[in-house]
């Protein structure tokens, strides 16, 4: 049975930022004289749906379908709705919110200017077959009856707003009398490519009550102690016609609701719900068609009596996914951090990856790229990612080119792409390719990659290095809007075009693609060739910029020969202490600084750079009380204060200081334990479950000793690996097959490393 491809709308009308178009109902009722054997339904929705059989909501999953581009995609679900049917008279129910359909609170971005804007939409077919062989079908055309709902406004950004005077009980129940409906229109065919919806959905985590209500000028300021995402359910009992108004938002100043971080504009419009009360008793709303990124809602319209911890409940919502890693320690700045980017990763889920949820909630490609490893190590995104990545495919112009932000209307391809971004082609492929044995998603994604390379060799500027694109964004040390980069684009993105060549040749290699992998590994040792003649000093070991982003990225990503290596890491510590050790870099330099301390035996160091408490580092986000990630180090909070992008922090404590590093040469099968002992800690673990089984690392110190715990499964080989200066206990070589146990370890060396303390070589 081939989906269905009529669709119908309420009409042609649909809402702007200030003319309002109420969501839609749709029902269509049928006799059925018996129980069908199956009655399988498909539904698409332009935008999000809500399906109703006999008054049953049996919606998959909130904001439902995937969201997407519907000139590229077209989303359906299924459902079997045979246990939903009784003989007599049956009712299918859909109600209709924007979506991504019409979105005019994404100006900013030109989606109020998308060829595909227009009225919500809906296709829907159920094709029943009865015990003896008999079938009927059901599909969308003009016998389907609409009417508007009590949500007389809705935005996918901006927020919703709901008359419960307005309200229609019963409406998809059967005996329901819809004669005063109208017959629903045919809407315009969508252009998109129809795909069956393979994802996890969003569904309500968890609640929260708030922990303090206070009354001010403007209304009374409820506080749920943690930034997140989803929406408020609100219960009142109140007059017909009171108006009360929910302003979210995720910071304070000077004890009023800061809104800057969530608004491009001077406007009333984002991040705003607004419930009207019908007045018969006590009410409840839940926001069906939005989503928020807030701490903080401000109400304005209530008595003070009606302002109690019950008026607002938290619903905490994001696109399940399965918990697959953890870390903890002795050190509770570590562990909140921890917290954090788990909070910022799941707040940033959304169906796709996000920046942020409170405000533009794009699927901003570097973002993800940068969060790719220390998501899948947490999480289970899989099959989103998949899913995500046939998005970017379809949004891969006839060029190669890549967007900045996918699904997009064509913003994106002239400003906020480049290759930290378009690098997610590769990134997202290759880590589920490492972590997940992911054979398939690298076949899906192949022609793709081989079409960005091939892109890429046009952008090569005369002097052979890569130019275009945003570089290391948000650098720590500089003042907001200023825009300035110590690290060189030409640097950054030359040295991460590389990494795209060499990670695609490796993938290619794996796929038997002899020819392709040739093409990619020429086109990096072509820009490296360049990159090293014209980016680093090698009489010094300098990379161009002379910043930490500079050199630690050209160390990570091998610009520097291994042989140059070791003087080009005593660069990069000059270049930490010349910051009395705090970290001054983008979210490019971000994202391997660590990992290249890590590699030169300074774990210390870096721990001490990520939980100091002063300006700027990790733990001064602690000591501020923030609950997730901001976009940035800036001293005053005006940008974001929930994003991903700078998370990879879990991935370090998880594969340096625990040690779990699975995969560590791309062989599947095999994981090396390696932990770092930092001195700061008591003690430290994480567990990870790889395709074989969990890998779980524990360590403590007990007096002078050091216990080490590791359990893996049987299937998993490698070798457990001490740093240096530390030895068994039974003075065998450094190593062992790695295999579940405890083993005793001592050091024996010195610190030093100017009052940081680190473990040097014996």
Not at 214 to 235: H, I, P, S
Not at 407 to 433: E, M
Not at 473 to 492: N, Y
Request: charged residues 25%; aromatic residues 12%; contains cysteine.
């Amino acid at each position: 049975m081939a989906f269905p491809m009529n669709f119908i709308c309420a009409g042609p009308a649909y809402s702007t930022l200030t003319e309002y178009v109420a969501a839609p109902y749709f029902r269509k009722s049928f006799q059925l004289d018996e129980i069908p054997a199956t009655a399988e339904l498909w539904i698409c929705g332009l935008g999000f749906y809500e399906l109703y059989v006999n008054g049953q909501r049996i919606t998959k999953g909130l904001l439902s379908p995937y969201i997407s581009n519907p000139d590229d995609l077209l989303y359906y679900d299924d459902y079997e709705l045979s246990p939903y049917l009784s003989e007599g008279e049956n009712v299918i129910g859909v109600w209709l919110g924007n979506g991504f359909q019409n979105d005019p609170g994404g100006y900013i971005w030109d989606f109020d200017k998308a060829r595909f804007r227009g009225a919500p939409e809906l296709a829907l077919r159920l094709h029943m077959i009865f015990p003896d062989g008999n079938t009927q079908t059901i599909e969308s055309d003009g016998t389907f009856r609409t009417a508007p709902s009590p949500v007389y406004n809705d935005d996918y950004r901006n927020g919703e707003y709901y008359d419960a005077r307005r309200e229609i009980p019963g409406w998809s129940e059967p005996r329901f009398d819809d004669s005063a409906w109208h017959f629903a229109e045919k809407a315009p065919l969508p252009r998109g490519e129809a795909v069956a919806t393979n994802i996890m959905p969003i569904a309500v985590e968890r609640e929260l009550t708030p922990i303090s209500v206070k009354q001010t000028e403007e209304g009374f300021l409820y506080d749920f102690g943690e930034n997140n995402a989803g929406v408020c359910r609100l219960t009142v009992q109140g007059y017909s016609g009171q108006v009360i108004s929910l302003y979210h938002a995720e910071m304070m100043r000077d004890g009023k609701l800061d809104r800057r971080s969530i608004s491009f504009d001077e406007n009333d419009y984002v991040q705003k719900d607004i419930y009207i009360c019908k007045g018969d008793g006590v009410e409840r709303y839940i926001p069906t068609f939005t989503y928020h990124g807030f701490r903080y809602v401000l109400v304005k319209g209530i008595k003070p009596e009606q302002a109690t911890k019950g008026l607002l409940t938290y619903l905490v919502l994001h696109t399940t996914l399965r918990e697959r890693g953890g870390f903890s320690c002795s050190d509770p700045t570590a562990n909140a951090l921890q917290d954090m980017v788990r909070r910022s990763t799941l707040s940033n889920f959304h169906h796709f990856p996000t920046d942020c949820p409170q405000r533009e909630k794009n699927g901003w490609t570097g973002d993800a790229s940068l969060s790719a490893e220390h998501t899948l190590l947490n999480l289970e995104p899989d099959k989103n990612y998949r899913e995500w990545l046939r998005n970017i495919r379809k949004a891969q112009a006839d060029d190669g080119s890549l967007p900045g932000i996918v699904p997009t209307a064509g913003w994106g391809f002239a400003w906020g792409n480049g290759a930290a971004w378009d690098s997610v082609l590769f990134d997202l492929p290759y880590y589920l390719y490492i972590y997940r044995h992911d054979r398939q998603v690298v076949a899906d994604n192949a022609h793709a990659m081989i079409r960005y390379l091939d892109y890429l060799t046009t952008k090569i500027e005369s002097d052979g290095l890569i130019h275009f694109g945003l570089g290391d964004w948000f650098q720590v040390w500089q003042e907001e809007g200023d825009g300035k980069r110590k690290s060189p684009v030409e640097l950054t993105n030359t040295v991460l075009s590389m990494n795209m060549c060499e990670k695609a040749a490796f993938l290619f290699g794996e796929l038997g693609m002899p020819e392709r992998q040739a093409f990619a590994h020429s086109l990096g040792t072509r820009l490296k060739k360049a990159g090293r003649e014209l980016l680093i000093d090698r009489k010094t070991m300098t990379a161009l910029g002379d910043c930490q982003t500079s050199q630690a990225v050209a160390i990570y990503y091998s610009l520097f020969n291994d042989e140059e290596k070791s003087t080009a890491f005593q660069r990069l510590l000059e270049l930490i202490h010349k910051q009395d050790d705090h970290m001054d870099v983008g979210i490019i330099g971000g994202r391997v600084l660590f990992h290249v301390l890590s590699e030169f035996g300074h774990s210390d160091l870096a721990y001490h750079m990520i939980v100091r408490p002063d300006y700027p580092s990790y733990g001064e986000w602690v000591k501020r009380g923030l609950t997730t990630l901001r976009e940035d180090f800036y001293p005053e909070e005006r940008n974001s204060l929930n994003h991903h992008m700078w998370g990879d922090i879990s991935n370090w404590f998880m594969t340096r200081i625990a040690g779990i590093r699975y995969a560590p040469h791309r062989v599947h099968g095999e994981t090396n334990i390696c932990p770092t002992f930092i001195r700061q800690l008591d003690h430290a673990q994480a567990w990870h479950d790889a395709p074989e089984g969990r890998i779980s690392v524990r360590w403590e110190r007990r007096n002078d000793s050091i216990y080490l715990s590791v359990e893996a499964p049987n299937e998993l080989r490698g070798l457990i690996c001490l740093p240096s200066g530390y030895q068994f206990t039974d003075d065998r070589a450094n190593m062992r097959v790695l295999c579940s146990g405890e083993y005793t370890c001592s050091f024996s060396g010195g610190y030093r490393e100017n009052g940081i303390e680190s473990i040097v070589e014996k």
